[in-house]
């Protein structure tokens, strides 16, 4: 089956601009994760959408980060201003329910 | 809060040797405990996972062993390769049963040939 595809693969940008990453998870799969991974460190779950609801975004910074995921398949992920610290990977994730997520190959985001 | 500590963050052993890895989770809920390995620019990877019923489980050279009294997980690889150069994390799920993964801060393994 297809992985997880997401884009872009690498972006830079400068503090206080506005950024957007794209994911489309494995057909079937209803659930769907975005973690930040900053570098040295784990992943972070910042949301979790079940279908088209979301599930869990308490990690999610709401002041900036915004996601959403029409019809219960692809998602975006946006920030808006984004700040230095935003600079990581951003790894998006599915699943069916309870089993193994599957991660994407993420979007690097340099924020300078 | 829900937390995953991993231990070393870094590991180097000599090929053939083997090596171990070992994490704690704070959530008594948690029934779920995923490995990944992760190299360099890559998207992380299932390599193994346990869950709460069973105490062990092995894959070829992988294995995974649980103690829930204590609340520890530990990863074993033996027979290393240089192959098995990358980071690995285990995770444990967190609480509400939603799948949501909650990792430690990844070991960087490097198997010298």
């Known amino acids: 089956e297809a992985g997880v595809a997401q884009s872009p693969r690498y972006k830079i940008i400068e503090k206080r601009q506005s950024v957007a990453f794209w994911c489309n998870p494995i057909s079937g799969h209803a659930t769907l994760y975005w973690y930040q991974q900053i570098l040295g460190q784990g992943p972070k779950l910042l949301i979790q959408?079940?279908?088209?609801?979301?599930?869990?975004d308490s990690q999610l910074p709401k002041d900036r980060f915004s996601a959403e995921r029409l019809k219960g398949v692809d998602s975006t992920l946006k920030i808006q201003p984004a700040k230095l610290e935003d600079s990581a990977v951003y790894l998006c994730?599915?699943?069916?329910?309870?089993?193994?997520?599957?991660f994407g190959q993420g979007t690097r985001l340099t924020v300078v | 809060g829900e937390n995953v500590e991993q231990h070393p963050s870094t590991l180097s052993v000599q090929e053939g040797d083997s090596a171990v890895i070992k994490c704690t989770y704070s959530?008594?809920?948690?029934?779920?405990f995923p490995w990944y390995k992760q190299e360099l620019g890559k998207r992380p990877q299932l390599i193994i996972d346990i869950r709460s019923n069973v105490g062990e489980k092995k894959d070829q050279r992988i294995a995974v062993t649980l103690n829930k009294t204590a609340k520890h997980f530990s990863l074993h690889i033996t027979e290393t390769q240089p192959e098995d150069s990358a980071v690995y994390f285990c995770a444990a799920d967190g609480s509400g049963n939603t799948g949501k993964l909650i990792f430690g801060q990844g070991t960087t393994l490097q198997v010298k040939p």
């Open positions: 959530d008594s809920a948690s029934n779920y």
């Open positions: 994730a599915s699943s069916r329910q309870n089993t193994e997520a599957f």
């Open positions: 959408f079940q279908n088209n609801g979301v599930v869990d």
